[in-house]
């Protein structure tokens, strides 16, 4: 069984399509994120959500727009995409302590 | 802002010699993380730090922390090419009581055989 599942696994798409990233994590944390991992492999982290509210917004466009209808899911759209949202993806739970767990990555290609 | 620095960026080693990854960060916390990444794969938590002192062993690798210096090292003994792979350490921190994980910029090893 997975524990933190993201579709699609890639991700292909022209400049200015709407795109959506679906995660779901059957660990029963309380907390799930958005990373983005750049080409140079840094990673940095996008939101946080506890318990389905928006904890963190780490100064991220608001073309991005995350969306967690319950605890286990996490979702993020992104509007009118850019060829520098380029990038690998990565959602997470938690508990309120302890490692995180991550999705295996969604790699988005703007073209 | 909370930083978290590691070095070596890149590390290229020859399979059985020893060698230590370094993780410093710049606030204070007493929990520090380990990951491992292969090439387009996710991350796999290797190490869960939890307060001074701690010292975490997995076969070839140990991980230890030192909250007063604000440093963990992470230890190789005798390489494999099984370990080449990119390391990051993670901080957490709290935010409106939520956690998170500010990482470090990754350290790619190489074992060359």
């Known amino acids: 069984d997975t524990a933190v599942s993201q579709t699609p696994k890639y991700l292909v798409t022209q400049m200015g399509n709407d795109k959506s990233i679906k995660c779901e994590q059957n660990?029963?944390?309380?907390?799930m994120y958005w990373y983005k991992q750049d080409s140079k492999k840094f990673l940095k982290i996008m939101f946080s959500y506890n318990n389905k509210e928006l904890i963190i917004n780490e100064t991220v466009p608001n073309r991005f727009s995350p969306k967690s209808p319950d605890k286990a899911h996490l979702n993020l759209h992104i509007n009118s995409l850019e060829l520098g949202d380029s990038a690998v993806y990565f959602c997470?739970?938690?508990?309120?302590?302890?490692?995180?767990?991550f999705g295996q990555g969604t790699r988005l290609t703007v073209v | 802002e909370l930083k978290v620095e590691q070095n070596p960026l890149f590390l290229s080693m020859q399979e059985g010699k020893n060698y230590t990854i370094y993780c410093n960060y710049s606030?204070?916390?007493?929990?520090l993380y380990w990951y491992r990444q292969d090439p387009g794969k996710s991350l796999e938590s290797l190490f869960v730090?939890?307060?001074?002192?701690a010292v975490k062993q997995e076969g070839r690798l140990m991980a230890s922390l030192d909250t007063k210096a604000r440093l963990s090292t992470l230890h190789i003994t005798a390489a494999v090419h099984d370990l080449s792979a990119t390391y990051f350490c993670a901080v957490d921190t709290t935010t409106s009581g939520t956690y998170k994980y500010i990482f470090g910029t990754g350290t790619r090893l190489k074992v060359l055989a």
């Open positions: 730090l939890l307060s001074n002192g």
């Open positions: 660990l029963g944390h309380d907390t």
């Open positions: 997470a739970s938690s508990l309120r302590t302890g490692s995180a767990f």
């Open positions: 606030t204070t916390s007493d929990r």
